[in-house]
């Protein structure tokens, strides 16, 4: 019996390591542990059928207890009997074979601390999730397991000669192989779909670009028409010596033209020169959404960008987080502005964004707090988030200043 | 006497430019000397790598007909002399890029698009730029210089409030009054720079001359700004006994 009491002592172990919370011992646990085993020892001489699924229900419970999700608690607690079923099998063939006293206790222990370890590593290394996201999913594993779980105790019972037990071991180590190989194919095609996702959106961002450029390329076109209008009524003028009238003429069209060529907004020409698309995409899509917005752009970049050495992903949401918060700040003000550049330099490339402030900020390491936001809570993701991912990066720097009525953010990323 | 340096790839406008800068040291009597003028940005780098130490100003056009442009040469000119001040010439469309400004911490801009006004603002920024190196010298040692990427930043030792090394090993965030930015630094060097910088705590270095209040109970320093910076125990007590001093 003293050996039952180990198995659920691991198996509150590995719940906990699974479910990440290892570190973290609470009084609500001790209770249960304490509890469990007591009610194992006093049950010790009923059904042991009874005992096993008492068992069960318990550890079900205390997943339960964590996650709050029924077939998530299912599909954890009985993954995790299942293996420990698995190392049981070996630790008996283990006794059975080499007939050892004490032989059961010490393979199982040893192997069961093995499996501890490396899940917590795993868990603690990795951002892996241990349940699937569609509900659905869980609902038929947490079946599946069951099934399974109920076959191995219904069908052995406790004591089994060596056949049966070994028979029994080859099928459970095939289905964990099988659980495995579905789980990662599952895996790969969550993550197949994301890709495609994300190429969805380039593409559509792609395209609105080819758009603007066409529409810029008629505009350009009128230009180059009306352009040579004005160059003939001039002739015209000259050809008179109708100097009075040309004075006019100046006055009347070509200056608000010249005007207009000044204030009009050309984001486009220096957009063209960003060759890595991640980040042309993001930068236009923003962009042109603040343009749409009335909100004052500029963009400046005034040789090729050809290759970046940081993870594109983690640069195009540090772009995106920096502009989407310089486009909230300048919305609904009527001279918002904002000022963007990317400098290429030798060793090193610099994203730089500036904006209008409106309102007084509070100090910068207020900014900085986890969920703060000047628009109310749970707004957007905030300078916290930037910080994350601007820290997993070695190559990738940022700088924040609050100059007057300015807030200008700067990354730079050292060339590799 | 401070030299001053001019780059316009347009002979016609060097010349001018010239003329305009010589007209105004002359009138305002400014302690000043054009050392150098060229059309050819790499000209103008050999002569500055000779004198380094050497209080310059350097008036550049910003689209120069070389593969570098003024502002890849005001970099260069600032990684290679310390006392330096940018002014930069531009035409009216370049203008949109006030952002230039804060990359290389140019000292002003000067439009083209005018020439009646150039007298003037010549003399209003040569004026104003003899009266900043003055002020520098005056309190020199109160700055530090840091490298962020390939453009240095010189930063008076007053605002800032501390260093904090990030969770990432080799970055260092520097903490000021309007801001912060991060650096490829270690921590242990940053005691040297100045002796108001003290190690309070293992990930950070704070200014002695910026700490608000010291709660030795809870081991926090409070900033001027209201942030706050753990320190250690025997940190604790040598600013307890120190603080009374600032």
New interface residues.
């Given amino acids: 019996m003293n050996i039952v009491i180990i198995q659920e002592f691991f198996f509150f172990l590995l719940i906990k390591a699974l479910l990440r919370d290892l570190t973290k011992i609470r009084i609500f646990d001790l209770a249960f542990l304490l509890i469990t085993a007591g009610s194992t020892y006093g049950l010790s001489t009923s059904n042991v059928y009874c005992i096993s699924l008492l068992v069960l229900i318990a550890f079900i419970f205390f997943s339960w207890w964590q996650i709050r999700n029924i077939e998530c608690a299912m599909s954890v607690t009985l993954a995790i009997f299942i293996w420990s079923a698995v190392v049981d099998h070996i630790s008996t063939l283990f006794v059975q074979i080499t007939k050892l006293p004490n032989g059961y206790f010490t393979v199982f222990v040893v192997l069961q601390t093995i499996s501890l370890i490396l899940l917590s590593v795993i868990s603690v290394r990795t951002d892996l999730e241990v349940v699937f996201e569609n509900n659905n999913l869980n609902i038929i594993a947490a079946v599946l397991l069951l099934i399974i779980y109920l076959y191995i105790i219904f069908n052995e019972g406790w004591k089994n000669n060596f056949r049966m037990i070994f028979g029994n071991l080859i099928i459970l180590l095939a289905m964990v192989a099988l659980i495995l190989v579905l789980c990662s194919a599952y895996l790969k095609s969550v993550k197949v779909q994301y890709e495609i996702q994300q190429k969805d959106i380039q593409i559509r961002n792609d395209e609105r670009y080819m758009n603007e450029i066409e529409a810029h390329y008629n505009e350009l076109r009128r230009f180059r028409h009306e352009y040579q209008n004005v160059m003939i009524s001039i002739r015209e003028y000259l050809k008179t010596d109708d100097l009075k009238g040309l004075q006019k003429y100046y006055k009347q069209n070509i200056e608000p033209v010249a005007d207009k060529v000044f204030k009009e907004q050309y984001i486009l020409e220096d957009l063209s020169r960003i060759k890595v698309k991640f980040i042309k995409s993001i930068l236009f899509s923003k962009l042109n959404y603040a343009l749409t917005l009335g909100i004052k752009v500029h963009f400046d970049l005034k040789d090729l960008f050809n290759e970046i050495s940081v993870n594109e992903l983690d640069l195009a949401m540090v772009l995106g987080i920096i502009l989407d918060n310089a486009i909230e700040a300048s919305t609904d003000h009527n001279n918002g502005e904002i000022v963007s550049a990317i400098f290429i330099e030798k060793n090193s490339t610099t994203f730089l964004v500036q904006n209008t402030v409106f309102e007084q900020l509070p100090p910068l390491w207020k900014l900085k707090e986890l969920n703060y936001s000047t628009k109310g809570e749970n707004r957007g993701i905030g300078l916290n988030n930037l910080s994350i991912i601007v820290n997993r990066n070695e190559n990738m720097i940022l700088e924040t200043r609050v100059r007057d009525s300015t807030f200008l953010q700067r990354v730079t990323v050292k060339r590799t | 006497m401070i030299s001053v340096y001019i780059c316009e790839d347009d002979p016609k406008q060097l010349d001018h430019l010239q003329q305009i800068i010589d007209a105004v040291i002359v009138d305002q009597q400014l302690n000043m000397e054009i050392v150098f003028a060229s059309q050819d940005p790499y000209e103008l780098i050999a002569r500055t790598q000779t004198n380094t130490g050497e209080m310059g100003i350097y008036v550049l056009d910003i689209a120069l007909h070389s593969d570098m ?1 003024g ?2 040469l005001a ?1 260069k000119i600032k990684g290679s002399s310390d006392k330096s001040k940018i002014i930069f010439i531009t035409t ?2 370049e203008l ?5 400004e ?2 290389v911490e140019a000292f002003d801009f000067i439009l083209k698009g005018f020439p009646d006004d150039l007298y003037g603002r010549f003399s209003r920024v040569l004026q104003m730029a003899q009266c900043r190196f003055k002020l520098e010298n005056q309190n020199y040692e109160s700055r530090v210089r840091i490298k ?3 453009t240095v930043r010189s930063i008076d030792v007053k605002n800032i409030l501390y260093f904090e090394s ?3 090993p ?2 260092i965030i520097v ?2 009054d ?7 630094g270690l921590l242990k060097d940053i005691s040297g720079l100045d002796h108001c910088f003290y190690r309070c705590y293992r990930s950070y270095v704070v200014n002695l001359r910026r700490i608000r209040s010291l709660d030795k109970h809870s081991r926090l320093l409070t900033m001027d ?3 706050q910076v753990w320190c250690s125990l025997q940190a604790s007590q040598y600013l307890s006994r120190k603080l009374s001093n600032y």
């Fill in positions: 442009n502002i890849q970099e009216h469309t949109a890029l006030t952002v230039f804060y990359q962020i990427g390939e990030s969770s990432n080799h970055k903490h000021l309007d801001g912060d930015f991060e650096y490829y700004n209201g942030d």
